[in-house]
């Protein structure tokens, strides 16, 4: 499902007013479509209904929404956030409201407090903060108990950022218009949107002409993958080297094996410090494992490069830096299997944080590199503030993958693929996934999707969708705070026949 900046959005619309409908008639199929959603969702009739509309053009959907929610059959009314329509497409509608019945109030009114209000204060021009009155309407939205249904975007909301104003307006349902918003997905205006849902108004598809993001959806992951043959062997389905674990980390490399075997890679090896093996070995019984030599403190050492390397004509996919620990000898031994490797390399955790001051790395580097940072780790790596990241996720995420060419996976809730030109944002998932653990978890299926014959582009966003439903799985079973990686990972293999 696309989603797309206002501007974005904007150009689209023009194209339609251009060469297909007139505004008003755009917004007439707009504020029916919402009216549809809306009553479908809720029963509404004999309900009381306030709809709260600023000024603008989003107005213009709430005055028609209003008159056909009264003859409906709720008790439907407008409240005016500051004055009557001065533009003509929703002053029109606003005639048609008052003359259907549809009684008119104020914001200073003396106002029960309904059953729903619905929100068409503001629409994807927002920006910055509310001033009055619209502050109050937003207060007033807030502090009435009622269920809101925003329409297009949740007032106060940045339509492109996802950022939100003080007392900004909390929606239980949002109505999106054609398509999404950045506001529906990114931190923090998704926690204002509610459940979201996406309304067709009719806009022709040759209208929509950028290239513009996109959700991961289950069907597209499915397609992605091929039914295993009848007659196949072990080596048909790859071979995945996992280079993780230390002494103190070893559940890093377990929970990255695990999950490598449960995505279905024929052969996983497990190379992990002498010291972490036999805590490794405790916990996996199918992987072969290759200990080698460590440091005293746990870690792999330098020495053990040399018998690493020769492991790397032997794999289909690697991953790298689950649990390793940053110190020199790991620094050596990230720089020496990313320089060498002949096949796709996830780079994800202290591995990341390994090459950090080496980004330069990356222009020398012949394969292709899957980078699964957390906003932490993709601060360090650019050297901006965590804040900074989740306010430009997208943005960030684009730049960094367009300038060190790589694959990057930008974790968090509504995770990001990009490959600097293609961007996938992930809705599956929830906040219960957020320990750690968790990305050794993602690391690990991203590679076993690998080994078995996706591209590394396919590979990352399949991975991060299933990663999610492991984690919806696990939350309705059990509960977004007592749900363990190991809960995720048990669903995994049964989850898998969804997408055989």
């Known amino acids: 499902m696309r989603v797309l900046t206002a501007n974005e959005i904007r150009k689209v619309e023009e194209l339609c007013f251009r060469d297909y409908s007139s505004e008003a008639e755009l917004m007439l199929k707009a504020g029916t479509a919402c009216f549809k959603a809306m009553t479908e969702k809720y029963d509404m009739k004999n309900k009381s209904v306030l709809v709260f509309c600023g000024n603008g053009k989003n107005a213009g959907d709430g005055f028609v929404i209003a008159r056909l929610l009264y003859c409906y059959g709720a008790n439907a009314e407008i409240v005016l956030c500051d004055k009557e329509p001065a533009i003509a497409e929703p002053l029109k509608y606003y005639k048609e409201a008052v003359s259907s019945g549809v009684k008119v109030n104020s914001l200073t009114s003396k106002l029960a407090a309904p059953d729903y209000i619905v929100d068409t ?68 205006a998704n926690e204002y949107c509610g459940e979201n849902t996406v309304v067709n108004i009719g806009i022709p598809e040759d209208c929509y002409t950028g290239e513009y993001a996109d959700t991961i959806e289950a069907e597209e992951v499915k397609s992605l993958f091929r039914a295993r043959r009848l007659n196949s062997n072990k080596g048909d389905f790859g071979h995945q080297l996992n280079i993780c674990g230390s002494y103190k980390m070893f559940g890093a490399s377990v929970i990255a094996t695990e999950a490598a075997l449960r995505s279905g890679a024929g052969l996983v090896k497990l190379t992990t410090p002498k010291s972490a093996y036999p805590l490794s070995a405790a916990h996996l019984t199918q992987p072969i494992f290759n200990p080698v030599w460590d440091t005293e403190e746990g870690t792999f050492s330098k020495y053990a490069i040399p018998e690493i390397l020769n492991d790397l004509k032997w794999a289909d996919s690697i991953v790298l830096g689950c649990g390793i620990g940053v110190n020199d000898d790991t620094k050596e031994l990230c720089e020496n299997v990313l320089l060498n490797a002949e096949c796709p390399v996830i780079l994800d955790a202290d591995g990341i944080n390994c090459i950090k001051e080496r980004i330069s790395i990356f222009e020398e580097i012949k394969v292709p590199i899957v980078l699964t940072p957390h906003p932490g780790e993709m601060a360090r790596l650019i050297s901006k503030q965590v ?97 363990l990686v190991s809960d995720m990972t048990e669903q995994l293999g049964v989850l898998m026949s969804e997408f055989e």
């Open 387 to 483: 804040a900074e990241i989740q306010e430009n996720r997208i943005e960030y995420a684009k730049a960094f993958a367009t300038e060190s060419k790589v694959i990057l996976v930008l974790k968090g809730a509504n995770t990001v693929v990009t490959d600097g030109k293609r961007v996938f944002v992930n809705t599956s998932g929830n906040s219960g996934m957020a320990m750690g653990g968790s990305g050794d978890m993602l690391s690990g299926i991203i590679g076993a999707f690998i080994a078995q014959g996706l591209a590394p582009f396919d590979a990352a966003r399949a991975a991060v969708y299933i990663h999610g439903l492991c984690g919806d799985i696990s939350r309705e079973k059990l509960s977004q705070r007592g749900m």
């Open 121 to 188: 204060i503001f629409g994807i021009g927002f920006h910055g903060e509310a001033r009055a009155p619209f502050d109050k309407a937003f207060e007033w939205v807030n502090a009435s108990g009622a269920t809101v249904i925003c329409v297009d975007t949740p007032s106060g909301t940045n339509a492109t950022t996802g950022e939100v104003c003080k007392d900004c307006v909390k929606a239980d349902y949002t109505i999106a218009i054609s398509t999404l918003k950045y506001c529906h997905i990114l931190p923090p």
